[in-house]
């Protein structure tokens, strides 16, 4: 490496390190200074009441509190909520200065505490539902010494500790505490107390010590009533969420229902079954309220020029909100879907466009009726048994037929090269392909859910990998297409025996290309299993399953009569159309992930068959990819006429 270069790299090493060490520094004080606001929230009632102060050793530590949060905040790098942060820090001080009534010091506080973590995003959620067992054999084992073990405070350790460990049960307090609060304090421990880091668990353990140790001020007796609440009621369902799960304090909770018993018995119910609050996602009613709601805040964000966090949050509206719930209303309507799916795409074009606010509100309005009418289509209790047979063969048969014709070229090509002993490696491709499928199918049935940035992410690599792989075996073939190509190749390769990498190669590539197929059916398939008939579910898929088989025996068939140059030059042709699809494809996947901009074009058709989207980055990849291609081509048919001019 040049001494030129060699800077540059280590110039280069020192930047990206003093990054990471200062957006690390940034999110520690964020959520240190939030934690300091939680704790005023909680603890200033202990203070003050009735404008007195009725504990001057409590009251210091308020006025301390507030005076390092409101530091804290003038330190932190500036975003467009700056200057209405130090206000409100300055307003909290003064009302605490003042001996404000605690209601309104948790309410200035909490508020302040909200606005931090939106200019200043912490990770703020769980990856998966915590379990309320884990936290309790971790309580038992961690935390039962000095709380207790009915959390009372009053653990073996607990005398003589000044201040003494937190009581549990106590339920006004409790009721100020949310998950996330004490997820913050069992992570970073709290200062000036016997409460030491648990920095070390891994973060499920913290959620799922955060879980357990919320509820215990909720009787479990309580929990079936909470349940049964929330089960009669479809409309507090949606709204309590995973995020609200996290966030939202009792306290909270019951002002909005004003009652603080009915919360008390959701909170008892939720905390101990948080996966409840994550199933709401699944519930396509639920779903789409999540997508209103994120729009709605998308539109805050573009307002208050944060122009970053208004993106992600319309880019969460499509994964979080409108994607689980699409499988099912592609089944039921495909046209509203292409339709929302295409408003979506041009809202996020719009929001990093620059846009102006009037045009962007005109399309969530737009948008927001596209939701009404789809709640309707995704309302029905059931879908008929035609409309179920044909969208399961409708989707098999189109999911299908790509794999299927990449499969029959390959093993065409094998039989035509004389290569029968690599069959097996090809047909291990797509068994292994098809195996993979079933676990997916059982995963995602019963273990785990598969998020939308996670199918579409599986969805573009894996048609990216396919696109590219495909386009070094187009050129491959057409090169072969003539006849003198072919035989300088059967003489030189056919008395070589072909080695495992070749065959590893065959079996990943047909993998590849298989799985994305079966990934995509599966999702699908779940959508609308339990959604109609199962019956007629089966037999569309087992009609698509016979129509690929035929269709399969048919290209087999023609294939063997075929001259080896024309089947080199038809299966060269198909490879490359079929990776210009795939591109298309790719790029349209990795879009919705949000990892490729979206730059939205009016009139340019969609055409999903061909994989052409009405986006200028589909369209130029797949250019690109037929450029690549047709020079290719060109390249080695004039390569060819050159040798048969010189023979």
Known sequence: MSPRRLLATLLLSVVLICTCVSASASEGSVATTWRLLDYIAVDYREAVAGGEVVNALEYDEMLEFSATAAAAIDALPATPQAAQLQRDAAALRQAIEDKAEPERIALQARGLASLLVQAHPIPLMPASPPHYARGEALYAQLCASCHGAAGAGDGPASAGLDPPPIDFTDRARADERSVFALYQVIEQGLEGTSMASYRGLPSEDLWALATYSGAIAYPASLAEVGRARLEADPALRAKLDFERYVSATPAQLGAELGSADAAAEIVAYLRRHPEASQAQAQDPGSALAVSRSLLREAMSAHGAGDAKRARDLALSAYLDGFEPVEPLLAARDKPLMVKIEAAMARLRSGLASGTDAVALQDQVDELDGLFAQAEQVLGQDRTSATAS?????????????????????????????????????????????????VVTWALATW???????????????????????LVWVGLWMHAKSHAQAWQRYVRDRLGHALGKSSGLFLLGLVFVVVYREVFETILFFAAIWNQGS??????????????????GWAMMRYSRTLPIGQFFRYSSLLIAVLAVVLMGKAVSALQEAGYVPVSWLEAWPRVELLGLYPTLEGIAAQAVVALVLVAGFAWSSRSARSAAVAS
């Open 389 to 437: 047979f044909v969208a399961a063969f409708t989707i098999l048969l189109r999911e299908g037929l790509e794999a299927l014709l990449i499969v029959i070229a390959v093993i065409a090509l094998l039989r035509k090269a004389s290569r029968t002993e690599m069959l097996p490696w090809v047909h291990g491709g797509w068994l292994s392909a098809l195996a993979a499928g």
């Open 447 to 469: 273990v785990i859910t598969i998020s939308g940035a996670s199918r579409e992410l599986s969805e573009g690599f894996g048609s990216l990998l396919a696109a590219m792989v």
């Open 534 to 551: 199962k019956g007629a579910v089966v037999a569309g898929g087992a009609t698509a399953a016979l129509a690929l088989v035929a269709i």
